[in-house]
């Protein structure tokens, strides 16, 4: 996820950014920090900062940007980035769109902190009045005539990026004036609300995991279904084994009266017949005695 910082001094982009790192594990990217870091390493667009600087100049945009081009390749800003302090001005952001381009990246979005300037100075002189009752000495950089001053410049270099980028349809809106958690969380929300909410490692995971309840969807049915006809099948077979089993045990029955009848009839036909039979002879012995 890669991402800009907007606001007027003292509207709490450093706060912001520090917890957007922690929750998206990505980096910030300060400047400041990236051009001392680029000496310190004497790189060689480090260096020609370094001579620049020396000589009591400002660094010129196409410094910066090849500093930025340098860093964005490192491995700990493979997941993301929020620039912070750049860009300031409406052609630093046109350089920082032709480095993204050439890098084939692109800014996921820039997020405005809007917040009302005269509450911002009223926060400082509070503060400093707070800071006085303590006895201690109020920075030189805290005061409301030094926030005015860096208000006024914001408006006047910074302030159009506003307007640049909402042509670009890239800008999203926060109120800044919410509590710093209250910010976070919507933060939070208007980045999830265009697809930019998640780490990037996590959206993977998340559609291999849809991707793994799917299949268990549709593996669950296939793997019923044949169980479930074996099952019936099973059923079948064992109706089918029943019924020899229940004919053969039908069978031995019917046997068994058949034989009784068979055996019954002939007793009784032989009985009948031996009666009449001795009946009779003995009826003609008595006729041939008289």
């Given amino acids: 996820m890669r991402l800009i910082l907007l606001g007027p001094p003292g509207a709490g982009k450093g706060t912001q950014a520090e917890r957007l790192v922690e929750k998206y ?30 000589a009591g100049g400002l660094v010129p945009d196409d410094v910066v940007v090849d500093i930025i081009a340098d860093r964005i390749e490192q491995p700990d800003a493979a997941n993301g980035f929020i620039l912070d302090g750049f860009p300031r ?4 952001a046109a350089a920082l769109d032709d480095l993204l381009k050439r890098k084939k990246m692109k800014l996921d979005a820039v997020v405005e902190l809007k917040v009302n300037e005269g509450a911002l100075l009223q926060r400082v002189e509070n503060r400093a009045a707070e800071t006085r009752a303590r006895g201690e000495e ?9 926030l005015a001053k860096r208000l006024a410049s914001y408006r006047a270099q910074t302030e159009p990026l506003i307007h640049y980028y909402s042509d670009r349809r890239s800008l999203l809106t926060v109120d800044g004036m919410m509590s710093i958690d ?18 990037a ?38 109706k089918k084994a029943k019924k020899p089993a229940k004919a053969a045990r039908k069978a031995p029955k019917g046997a068994r009266k058949a034989a009784k009848k068979a055996v019954r009839k002939p007793a009784k036909v032989a009985r009948g017949k031996g009666g009449r039979e001795g009946r009779e002879s003995h009826q003609k012995g008595h006729e041939k005695a008289s």
């Fill in 89 to 92: 001005t409406v052609p630093q």
């Fill in 182 to 199: 209250g910010v976070t969380e919507e933060i939070s929300r208007v980045l999830a609300a265009i697809g930019a909410g998640a780490k």
């Fill in 25 to 54: 594990g990505i980096v910030q990217l300060s400047t400041g920090d990236m051009l001392r870091a680029a000496v310190a390493a004497g790189t060689p667009v480090g260096l020609k900062a370094k001579d620049i600087m020396a």
């Fill in 201 to 238: 490692p996590a959206k993977p995971a998340r559609r291999a995991s849809k991707a793994g309840n799917g299949t268990r969807k549709v593996s669950k049915p296939v793997a019923r279904k044949p169980a479930k006809a074996a099952g019936k099948a099973g059923k079948k077979a064992a």
């Fill in 138 to 146: 109020v920075r030189a950089d805290d005061t409301p005539e030094v």
